[in-house]
Structure formats: C-alpha cells, structure tokens
C-alpha cells in the first residue's frame, strides 16, 4: 500500500508550510525478523490501553535496508507514568528507571528487555543536553531527530510513517538532516560526528555531500569542543573504519574539525588515506588507521587526556607510532615472519601477537598477516630447573644461560628441543 497524506501546520508565528506523510507496508520478510512473543504482548499491553506503539528510530532504518538491527526502540503516545500504570497492573517487570526522566520505561517480558519512550520535543538545548516536554504528536518527534533517514516509524502491523523523505533519501543513498541543518546540529554537536558515521553508512560515493551541510559543519564545529570525549570516541572509532573512512577523516580536516575532536593538528593526512586503504579490507582496528596521523609519542598522550581512550588502544597507538618503521621484514628474506615471531617471543606480552598484526595491516602486509593470523607462540621448552640438574646454581647464571639458550632457540626457528639446547650447557 502507497499513499501520501497532506495536511497543513504552523512553522513559528507567521510561515505555513504544507506536512508530507509518506506511508507504506513493508513487506512480512522485512517486518517479520523483529517479531517475537515479547513484542507480541507489549503490543497488548497498549492495545488495551488505547495507546499507540511504533518501532523508531535506526531499527526502522535498518529494517528498510535489508540489516539486521542490533537495537529496536520504541515509541509511544503513553507518558512514562501512564506505561509505569499498565506495565504494574499487567504484572510486567520494570528495570533501569535511569532513562525515566526523558520518557524512557524499560519493561521486561519473555526474557527481552524492550526500552519504550514517550514521544517528545525538545524545550531547551545547550548543544549537549536537551529539555523535553511529552507530546502525543508524532511528526514533532520526528522532527526532533538528527537525520532523515533516522526520524522514520514502523507501526506493529508492518506501515512506514514518514514525515520528512527519509525513505526516499534511504533510496537515494543521501544522508541529510531534518530541516535546518545547523538548527540540529546546535542542539547537539555530536551530531556532526553522526552525520559523518551514516554518511559512511549510507552513501555510494565519497563526494555527495551537500554544499549547505558542509557549511553548517563548519561554521559550528568548535561546539565539539564541549563534547565530553568518551561521547566522541564512540562515534569517532566507529566511522573511522566504515565506508569512506579516509575520506571522512580527510574532510574533518579540511572542515577544521581536528582540533576540537583530540586528533593532531597538523596530522599525517596522507599517510592515514594510505593506512585505510591497505587495511580496510583485514579489520583493521579504528587505533590502526588513526596512527597513521601521529608523528610522534606526544600527540598519542594529547589524544588520549581528550578522548580518554582504553588502555589497549593507547598503547596500541603508542606501538605503532613506534615500531612502524623499525620494525619490519627483512630485506633478506622478505617472505619470513622471523622479525616478528622474536618481537613477540621476546616481548612475553599476552596481547604482543594482536599488536604486530595490526602492525602488518599497517604496512600492507598481506601475505605476512596471513601467515602470522595462523601462528601460535611456541612453548620454550627448558626451564630453570633443568639448568639446576645440570649444575648451574646461582639465579644469575641461570638467567643468563636462558637467554643464551633462548637467542640459539629462535635462531633455530624455534625447532630445537629440549635436550638439544641443553646439549649447549653441557659442552
């Protein structure tokens, strides 16, 4: 079923403006994945109580582009009280109530966490937190969203309700935001990171971006600024290694974004587009690509006290930014993995393995990363104690023979055994 309905509304005091609402019913493939007994009687629930439910949001998106949603959120006309009301009296289970004060209930049924907000505007915003007042009017809810394609609902019997073209512009491969592009954006300047994400997301060509979007970007991007860091990162390493990632590092900079997002000034730009092309297709880690635009130790440190990134990934940066250079195959013999196998041998780092391979992804190293995927770290087959059988007594000769026999091990490829090196101590 196709239709579209028009109706009029009021845009501030003066302009009128004409409310397109583009409905369609998927088909029950698409719609069906989502369907579960834990849906089934949530839809109860507001049927009973006359209240509407749609699903919202990215699931609605993701649904429409043949994915798989990790997440699926609902919306509602039920205010949080009303839902808190005819969740209790229907004897359904409650959890996480942190989300209550912007119209989120969590309700729990046949083992499924299923989180329901109150369809809502925002009052007030500062760029980072909104105030929000309940509405039961569904295109001011989706004129609240970031993006069009993200501002879309699907009703429980399958209908798209589609307020502002995000269906066609799913079709389209165009990433857009609702209405005014710096009016959203100043109500939350995340968003420009979003936007940059789904542009990877969505879009078939690198250089479809909007004229006036770009502008608004720029002319607003030190709102970042005030972003808390963890919020960035988790955008940040998500686009990093999606489509069109270099592409979309490359335009931060030009937008001038880099300074207000933890990323070096002056970043190796050039050398990142190199990284992400040889890498993308391996998994590359988002740290991987990133290192690429440090050209020293000092910029990793600055990066991390403004993203507050995990340990793994610090040091991961912090390796690579070190060892990209010195540590490689050998001109000799450039098809072994000898270079590597005794980086991590020697280093006794349980997660020195992970790190050279990054590394390989890093340098183009397709066929090496291959064989080193495969390798396990062999088991050094003597110990102290076997040196104490043979007559070697104090700790500090013990320590200096395990070296000595380690050095012979690896120079062996690791395929001497025990009685072999030993055969050493004994002459």
Known sequence: MWSRILSPRVIGRTSLCWRSLFTMKLKTSEFQSVVSDGLNGLAEVFEKH??????????????????????V????????????????????????????????????????NFEVTTLRVDVQTDGRHAEVEFTTDWQKDAERRDLTINSMFLGLDGTLYDYFHGYEDLQNRKVRFVGSAERRIQEDYLRILRYFRFYGRVALEPGGHEAETLDA????????AAISGERIWTELKKLVVGGHGAHLLELMYSLDLAQYIGLPPGGNVEEMKRVWRAAKDHSPKPMTVLA???????????????????????????????????????????DSLKPFTD??????????????????????????LAKLSGWSVPRFPVSGHDLRRLGVTTGKEIGAMLQELRDIWKNSRYQMDKDELLSHVKS
């Open 292 to 334: 690429a635009l440090f050209r020293r130790p000092e910029e990793v440190e600055k990066m991390d006290i403004r993203l507050k990134v995990s340990r793994e990934e610090k040091t991961l940066a912090l390796f690579l930014v070190k060892y990209r250079r010195e540590l490689c195959k050998s001109q000799d013999d450039p």
């Open 50 to 71: 006359q209240h509407e439910l749609r699903i919202a949001g990215g699931a609605v998106r993701d649904l429409l582009s043949g994915t798989q949603p990790e997440d």
């Open 73 to 112: 959120d609902f919306a509602t006309t039920a205010t949080p009280e009303e839902m808190k009301r005819m969740f209790q009296k229907a004897g359904i289970r409650m959890i996480n109530n942190r989300g209550e004060k912007h119209g989120t209930i969590t309700a729990r049924l046949h083992n499924e």
């Open 217 to 224: 970007i720029r002319e607003n991007g030190r709102g970042l």
């Open 343 to 368: 980086f991590i041998f020697d280093s006794r780092e349980l997660d020195s393995q992970s790190k050279v391979c990054e590394l390989l992804k890093y340098q183009d190293e397709e066929k090496l």
